[in-house]
């Protein structure tokens, strides 16, 4: 039941902002965006979230759209070890994840 | 500060046993989720607990339990293991439910049934 459309899979060359998109068109009035990432072998870690002002910490920005039906997360500078599965979860009770987006950074 | 711990770390079983799989919450932590990993289906949510309480539980059958102490340590159970539960379990700990922002999540235990 995730309620997000996310791409299957992007590239991304090393040193590059790398830009991951989301759909979440049904979000309610009290659902936050939240992204997570998910390294080979290890399990997910939280990224970033927000509810309708873009956001940033030292990890990534989210954007998100005034209408609140999509966001993106954006990585200012993408290295080789941000290669991982990130995850965008639109919820306020629990946190279900959906296929997410294969993100491969290239030397 | 110690992050979450599972154990055990790697586990092969015969079909029709059952296993039980502990996570331990980082320190301070409250609510522990419970997540299955498969090729096929992805992570899909287990259950979660908070104060010794199940608070929310997934699509799996009732062979899949689990239950939390006084401690917060948490411990999920499997019975009448089938091919098909092979699998990464994860574990994630956070302050309280419904802080989505503040889940850390263990390593995993890898279980294989055989």
């Known amino acids: 039941d995730a309620k997000t459309t996310q791409p299957t899979s992007m590239d991304c060359a090393e040193g590059r902002a790398a830009n991951l998109p989301c759909n979440h068109s049904?979000?309610?009035?009290?659902?936050?965006v939240y992204w997570y990432r998910q390294i080979h072998s290890q399990g997910p870690q939280y990224i970033i979230h927000g509810l309708k002002n873009n956001e940033t910490n030292e990890m990534a920005s989210l954007i998100i759209t005034e209408d609140r039906k999509s966001s993106t997360l954006i990585l200012p500078h993408a290295t080789l070890r941000d290669t991982a599965v990130y995850y965008c979860i639109v919820r306020a009770d629990k946190l279900i994840f959906g296929t997410g987006t294969r993100l491969q950074v290239f030397p | 500060k110690a992050g979450v711990t599972q154990t055990p770390r790697y586990l092969i079983k015969t079909r029709g046993q059952q296993v039980t799989l502990s996570c331990s919450p980082i320190s301070g932590h409250r609510s522990v989720s419970w997540y299955q990993q498969t090729p096929g289906q992805g992570l899909q949510f287990l259950f979660e607990y908070f104060s010794e309480t199940q608070r929310n539980k997934g699509n799996f059958p009732g062979r899949f339990s689990g239950r939390q102490f006084s401690n917060s340590r948490s411990e999920m159970n499997v019975s009448t293991l089938e091919l098909g539960d092979s699998a990464l379990y994860l574990c994630a700990s956070s302050l309280a439910p419904g802080q989505l922002y503040g889940y850390t999540f263990g390593s995993g235990t890898r279980l294989t049934v055989v």
């Open positions: 049904t979000i309610s009035g009290n659902e936050y």
